[in-house]
């Protein structure tokens, strides 16, 4: 027999009694690491046990020189904005593809993105040039051009096979994100958005020192409503704090169901705390809004296609667009520039 798919009285008073207050951590924060530039790296207290300790206490000591060249070769980009989300699963990906179609549906904005999760780069998938590789000339490394307006780099372009997996260690993956700022020939562009993999480790440090000096706007925090989502969220705006890094604002993706038949929207992760709005609320940042859950969103971006073109008059796009001209918002931009009112 089939098991029953009825909610017990029992889950149906938890659903309908969220918690109050979301949990908060209480043990003490550990020791910062004091950073690979410092003189005290790989050898501070803090360093013990981290696999990179001899790396750091034999490294050059001083400001990186490849800084002032990763500057220069990024001068010409109007807006950088970090994609985080501290969790795995959430869609963070998908939500940087669909914010990057979003900016290209303004003929007049020259976008980018680069992807920076090195052991699982989705976003070439997402964006339709996965069997695309890189192009090499005097300027540098181009990026694939998915259109005319609409650039990609990822580590993915540089796999003989696209099953291939990536075994590197912090350093190797270092080297990487510091070629696709120093050696990709971005050009002039609008927005270069920077897709993050999950967590706070060297991948989000190693963005965060190259582009320090060439400025970045800020970053999106992308989050699902139900507390687990939430905890690692928590610590990613913890961690743009101690990074110097504006929070934009939180986006709650997957934020209910939306039939796309009779448009009834069903909540399909529970907001037992109260979801991203009420975690914007904690923390004193903005909530740029809430994009349902909708199946032709995976469907887009397994056959590589713009969600916005196909499906421009669905819930889930309505509601990305607010999210969009929000973002440009808090970027000190006019959203009907970065956007057009429909």
Known sequence: MAPSLEVSEYVQDVLSHPLKVGPK??????????????????????????????????????PDP?????????????????????????GKSTFSSLLAYAFATNPDSTVGIMDTDICGPSIPKMMGVEAETIHVSGGGWSPVWVQDNLGVMSVQFMLPNRDDAVIW??????????????DVEWGDMDFLLVDTPPGT????????????????????VVTTPQEVALLDVRKEID????????VL????????????????????????????RALAKETNIPFL?????????????????????????????SALKVVVRKVAEEMGLRPETVLPED
């Not at 961690?239 to 504006?246: L, N």
């Not at 939180?250 to 992760?269: A, L, R």
């Open 25 to 62: 951590l209480v043990a003490p924060e550990p020791e910062h690491c004091p950073g690979p530039e410092s003189e005290s790296a790989g050898k501070a207290d803090s360093c013990e046990g981290c696999p990179n300790q001899a790396i750091c206490a034999s490294a050059p000591k001083g």
């Open 66 to 90: 490849d800084i002032p060249v990763i500057t220069e070769r990024l001068s010409g980009i109007k807006h950088k904005v970090l994609i985080l989300s501290g969790k795995g699963g959430v």
């Open 169 to 182: 260690r912090g350093p190797k993956k270092n080297g990487l994100i510091k070629q696709f700022l120093k």
């Open 201 to 220: 480790s060297d991948e989000h440090l190693s963005v965060n020192s190259f582009l320090k000096e060439s400025g970045v706007d800020g970053a999106v």
């Open 239 to 246: 961690f743009c704090r101690k990074a110097g890094i504006k």
């Open 249 to 276: 604002g939180i986006v709650e993706n997957m934020s209910g169901f939306v039939c796309p038949k009779c448009t009834h929207e069903s909540q399909i992760f529970q907001a037992t705390t109260g979801g991203a």
């Open 289 to 317: 809004g809430a994009v349902p859950l909708d199946p032709r969103i995976g469907i887009a971006a397994d056959y590589g296609e713009s969600f916005f073109d196909a499906w421009p008059d669905s819930p889930a796009c």
